[in-house]
């Protein structure tokens, strides 16, 4: 996600992933360094059926703030049941503040409530557009600025613009969304935005198919499109280690140890299966493994690289799923900060536009278990 500051708006310099409400990501969000904290603002995507009060409470996250996008969450019409208002007084009192998101489809009495919850908290929010949906044309657009804009009641210069351009799934289909994109920005310039930001994500939905016991190369396609959009007022977010496609109904299954590590143009997936291996062995393997590869920063980089360290030196605790999700999250999120903070960044990006997209395993010749 890329994010442009209007001409009188509020560049903030602040990385906007967007994840989902699980114990993974706000176990990541509840270690950042508290310089990292004070330049994260992230996006929150409630599903239905999930009270994130109990988690946050359990792992306040460290920057203070979150914005909460209830696009997910059902509008029963009901007069008395408002989630953004219940949500807003929960979160105040845990010293919280929270950002409503707003989206095109919401009713009325929906962006009313998101109109309150704002007041209760910061006076901001984030408007989340989609240009294939929702902007169309600047006149779809600008109903749409009005519809939630009217309905919520925040001036422009207090919201956050999200453009939303979903999956970047190759190089064909980023090119046609940054085409997109720069049509919705030309759109954007004529309003006082706080700031407006272009999201997109390309970690594949589906990660079941790749090779175990080895490192696979997955390119960053979403920073791709970041980078060629070449606007000194640009910012940087996306969707986190995740993919944009969310998977509701997927049956559960019991999951290999694996990791999804941000490199500089690429994710390396490491998905350890070592038949007849017990779950720590495999985890351990899988972290020794990690640790001695040329995309290790050390153990300090960030709290996941700390843990993956820790869990190098010792078999015991696999952890689970949500683990190696907290894992990855806080070393993606520390990878970005540091990009951006070093300029290595849009370096990073060109070598992805010029390179042969796709999935390919690593350079790395050894076996899996050779460091062992």
């Not at 422009?156 to 969304?177: F, M, Q």
């Not at 309003?191 to 997955?218: E, F, H, I, K, Y």
């Not at 350890?272 to 153990?299: I, K, M, Q």
């Amino acid at each position: 996600m890329a994010v442009f500051t209007t001409a009188g708006s509020m560049q903030d310099g602040v990385y906007r992933p967007i994840l989902r409400p699980r114990r993974g990501e706000l176990a990541a969000l509840a270690h950042l360094s508290a310089d990292d904290a004070t330049r994260v603002m992230p996006i929150l995507e409630l599903e239905p059926g999930t009270d994130i009060v109990p988690l946050i409470r359990q792992l306040p996250p460290r920057t203070g703030a979150i914005a909460v996008d209830f696009g997910g969450i059902p509008d029963r019409g009901d007069r008395f049941v408002a989630p953004p208002l219940r949500l807003a007084e929960e979160l105040a009192g845990l010293g919280v503040a929270m950002l409503p998101v707003l989206r095109a489809y919401e009713s009325s009495r929906r962006l009313a409530a998101h109109g309150v919850a704002a007041r209760m908290h910061l006076r901001r929010a984030v408007l989340r557009l989609r240009p294939h949906i929702d902007a169309g044309s600047p006149a779809t657009a600008d109903a749409v600025a009005e519809h939630v804009l009217v309905g919520a009641g925040p001036d422009p210069d207090a919201v956050d613009l999200l453009i939303d351009l979903a999956e970047t799934a190759c190089v064909t289909h980023a090119s046609l969304v940054e085409e997109r994109c720069r049509r919705v920005l030309r759109w954007a310039r004529g309003m006082p935005w706080r700031s407006v930001s272009v999201a997109s994500g390309a970690m594949p939905p589906n990660l079941d198919d790749l090779p175990t016991d080895q490192p696979v190369a997955v390119g960053r396609l979403d920073a791709r499109v970041w980078m060629r959009l070449g606007d000194p007022g640009l910012g940087y977010a996306d969707y986190g280690v995740t993919s944009p496609v969310r998977r509701h109904d997927v049956r559960r299954h019991r999951q290999l140890p694996t990791l999804r590590y941000t490199a500089e143009d690429q994710w390396w997936i490491y998905r350890w299966a070592r038949r007849g291996g017990r779950s720590d062995d495999r985890c351990h393997d899988l972290c020794r493994t990690l640790v001695t590869s040329e995309h290790w920063p050390g153990a300090r980089f960030s709290w996941g690289d700390a843990e993956i360290a820790r869990r190098s030196r010792t078999a015991p605790g696999a952890g689970s799923s949500a683990s190696w999700i907290s894992w990855g999250t806080s070393h993606h999120i520390a990878h970005v900060l540091h990009g951006l903070r070093s300029g290595k960044l849009s370096y990073a990006c060109s070598n992805v536009a010029d390179s042969r997209v796709g999935i390919r395993p690593a350079r790395d010749p050894r076996p899996a278990g050779a460091h062992a």
